[in-house]
T-cell receptor, first 116, second 114 residues
């Protein structure tokens, strides 16, 4: 079974600053994927970034990067140059990659508020 | 850009009534999912569907829930006899088969049971 832990229920960041959202995970699978999703107040779930357990480099997508530390089982999301539109809930999720249709398991989320 | 579409966006129903939530996944996707999110809480897995059958379901997905892919494009979630605690946002998601296999979510259907 997989478990995702997001210990920060809420975070504040000044506009244009960087922010790190924490995510730790627990799994017995050798091959797995880690995902971050953004949920703005409108409710939809928007895929942000993916990191595979065998990827040697940290994933980056524009202003999003994933600080992957496999030994610590952490997959923190870093948002650089925060914008007001980044204010949203952020969910970390994971699934094993060699198990067919095993679903994504989500953490409880972190609410990010960007302050002007 | 192709997207997952869900209808209705919001449904209000009386306790005990049947509800059907509809989803049109992205056309070349092979795996389909329903998740729910009670207001302010985490996103919870309900059921996954592949090759016209359920591949996995959670303990939430009891006998009052069912899923169908009636015509090869639509993917429906039926709740037979709604309860107050079924009030939530229901998300449909789909993905292609290959790694990484990120889920693409619809905008959700908000169900309110009175």
């Amino acid at each position: 079974a997989q478990k995702i832990t997001q210990t920060q229920p809420g975070m504040f960041v000044q506009e244009k600053e960087a922010v790190t959202l924490d995510c730790t995970y627990d799994t017995s699978d050798q091959s797995y994927g880690l995902f971050w999703y953004k949920q703005p107040s409108s409710g939809e779930m928007i895929f942000l970034i993916y990191q595979g357990s065998y990827d040697e480099q940290n994933a980056t997508e524009g202003r999003y990067s994933l600080n992957f530390q496999k030994a610590r089982k952490s997959a923190n999301l870093v948002i650089s140059a925060s914008q007001l539109g980044d204010s949203a809930m952020y969910f970390c999720a994971m699934r094993p990659l060699n198990s067919g249709n095993t679903p994504l398991v989500f953490g409880k989320g972190t609410r990010l508020s960007v302050i002007a | 850009e192709p997207e997952v579409t869900q209808t209705p966006s919001h449904q209000v129903t009386q306790m005990g009534q049947e509800v059907i939530l509809r989803c049109v996944p992205i056309s070349n996707h092979l795996y389909f999912y329903w998740y729910r999110q009670i207001l302010g809480q985490k996103v919870e897995f309900l059921v996954s569907f592949y090759n016209n059958e359920i591949s996995e379901k959670s303990e939430i997905f009891d006998d009052q829930f069912s899923v169908e892919r009636p015509d090869g494009s639509n993917f429906t979630l039926k709740i037979r006899s709604t309860k107050l605690e079924d009030s939530a946002m229901y998300f449909c998601a789909s993905r292609v088969g290959q790694v990484p296999g990120e889920l693409f979510f619809g905008e959700g259907s908000r169900l309110t049971v009175l």
